[in-house]
C-alpha cells in the first residue's frame, strides 16, 4: 500500500475540484444556450413551427410576465395564424412594459393594417418615427405604401405578412427592384423622374 503524501492529496484533489467545476460550467452554458422555453421558443419561430413555439412563449411568459420579446412573438403568431386582433393587444402588453422598445409599435402597426385598421396604425407609426433608437427609419418605411382610402394591395398585405414571419418576401423584393429599373431606364431615356438614392 502506497503512503500518499500531504501534498500529492492536495494535488489530486484540486485535480477532482477542477473537473466537478468544469462540468458545472458546462451544465449551466448548456442550460442557457438550448434549454429555456424562450430560446427553444425562437429556435421553433425560426424553423416555421408556430405552432410549438407558441406554446414555449406562453411558457416564458408564464415564467416571467415582464418578458416583452415572449409577448412580441406570442403577437406575431397570432398574425400568422390570422388573428391580427389578439396580436395587438399582446403588442400592447408588451409596449406597457418597455415604452422605448421600438419592437411592439412595429409589429402592432403590422397587425393593425393587416386586420384592416390602417388609420389606427397611423399614430402607431408616428409614436415609432420619434424613437431614437437606429434602424428604426427604415422600419418606418416599411410600414409605409398603403392607399389613401387605407386599404392595402394583395402585395402589400404579402409584405407584412413576411415581416411578421422573418423571412423575407422574394417575390415582393423582385418587383421593387423590377421597378426600380424601369425607372432608371426611363431615366435614362428621358422619359422620367431619376429614383432616388
Excluded: W
Excluded at 83 to 96: I, K, Q, S
Amino acid at each position: 500500500m502506497r503512503v500518499y503524501r500531504s501534498n500529492e492529496r492536495g494535488k489530486y484533489v484540486k485535480y477532482a475540484l477542477g473537473i466537478v467545476v468544469l462540468c458545472v460550467l458546462v451544465f449551466v452554458t448548456f442550460k442557457l444556450v438550448v434549454g429555456g422555453p424562450y430560446r427553444q421558443g425562437a429556435r421553433l419561430f425560426a424553423n416555421g413551427d408556430y405552432g410549438a413555439a407558441g406554446e414555449k412563449f406562453q411558457a416564458a411568459v408564464e415564467k416571467d410576465s415582464r418578458t416583452g420579446d415572449s409577448l412580441v412573438y406570442l403577437a406575431r403568431i397570432k398574425g400568422i395564424q390570422g388573428d391580427p386582433d389578439a396580436g395587438v393587444e399582446l403588442c400592447n402588453r408588451a409596449a406597457a412594459l418597455d415604452d422605448t422598445d421600438p419592437l411592439p409599435l412595429y409589429y402592432k402597426a403590422i397587425l393593425l393594417q393587416l386586420a384592416g385598421r390602417v388609420s389606427e396604425s397611423e399614430p402607431v407609426i408616428d409614436k415609432l418615427s420619434k424613437l431614437p433608437q437606429m434602424g428604426v427609419a427604415m422600419a418606418v418605411g416599411e410600414l409605409g405604401g398603403f392607399h389613401q382610402d387605407g386599404t392595402l394591395t394583395p402585395g402589400e398585405i404579402a409584405h407584412r405578412r413576411s415581416l411578421l414571419t422573418g423571412k423575407k418576401d422574394r417575390e415582393a423584393e423582385a418587383r421593387k427592384a423590377g421597378q426600380a429599373l424601369k425607372m432608371l431606364q426611363r431615366a435614362k431615356q428621358g422619359g422620367g423622374p431619376a429614383p432616388q438614392p
